[in-house]
T-cell receptor
Framework: AQSVTQLGSHVSVSEGALVLLRCNYS??????LFWYVQYPNQGLQLLLK??????LVKGINGFEAEFKKSETSFHLTKPSAHMSDAAEYFCAVTRGFQKLVFGTGTRLLVSP | SQTIHQWPATLVQPVGSPLSLECTVE??????LYWYRQAAGRGLQLLFYSVGIGQISSEVPQNLSASRPQDRQFILSSKKLLLSDSGFYLC??????????FGSGTRLTVV
């Protein structure tokens, strides 16, 4: 079975600071990994995904994530936080036709 | 393009009342469809998924049921709502081998 663990239910940063949201996965086969963002009372929007190939994946809004097989991690980063980045972020894992399994989410708070 | 429509956006229902949430998709045929629930302070939990008309798989035992009467329609139902059914319900569609698209969600409050 596949699963993801997101460390920290809340992360607080100042505007302009580095954003780091952690995600570790468990999978018996090479995983497909995703980061989604959710703004209040809205659906999920895909930020980026890793399937195969380059392990550093760039997404929308300046976010990127690196797939590290040796660490079973897929942490999300952004060099400089913006107030509009405040939202909830979900890491997810799947493989091919299997179901998409989400982590419990991390709420990002950005202060001026 | 592939679009998911969910309604209503918000719903307040008394305990013991029935529930019907509808999800319809556009732009593809025979999609894999999913219902997720997000409870307050918790992550996204997969409730049901469907790979075709009349084919429903349940992930967790609960007070809810799902049906797929048409290729592009996925319905979440309950005969009698519980307080614990409150949450944010999201419909999702698998768009290709790697991609999923989500609807805008329904905020259900059971009072």
């Amino acid at each position: 079975a596949q699963s993801v663990t997101q460390l920290g239910s809340h992360v607080s940063v100042s505007e302009g600071a580095l954003v780091l949201l952690r995600c570790n996965y468990s999978s018996s086969v090479p995983p497909y990994l995703f980061w989604y963002v959710q703004y209040p009372n809205q659906g999920l929007q895909l930020l980026l995904k890793y399937t195969t190939g380059a392990t550093l994946v760039k997404g929308i809004n300046g976010f990127e994530a690196e797939f590290k097989k040796s660490e079973t991690s897929f942490h999300l980063t952004k060099p400089s936080a913006h107030m509009s980045d405040a939202a909830e972020y979900f890491c997810a894992v799947t493989r091919g036709f299997q179901k998409l399994v989400f982590g419990t989410g991390t709420r990002l708070l950005v202060s001026p | 393009s592939q679009t998911i429509h969910q309604w209503p956006a918000t719903l307040v229902q008394p305990v013991g009342s029935p529930l019907s949430l509808e999800c319809t998709v556009e732009g593809t045929s025979n999609p894999n469809l999913y219902w997720y629930r997000q409870a307050a302070g918790r992550g996204l939990q997969l409730l049901f998924y469907s790979v075709g008309i009349g084919q429903i798989s349940s992930e967790v035992p609960q007070n809810l049921s799902a049906s797929r009467p048409q290729d592009r329609q996925f319905i979440l139902s309950s005969k009698k709502l519980l307080l614990s059914d409150s949450g944010f319900y999201l419909c999702a569609q698998k768009t290709d081998t790697y991609g999923y698209t989500f609807g805008s969600g329904t905020r259900l409050t059971v009072v």
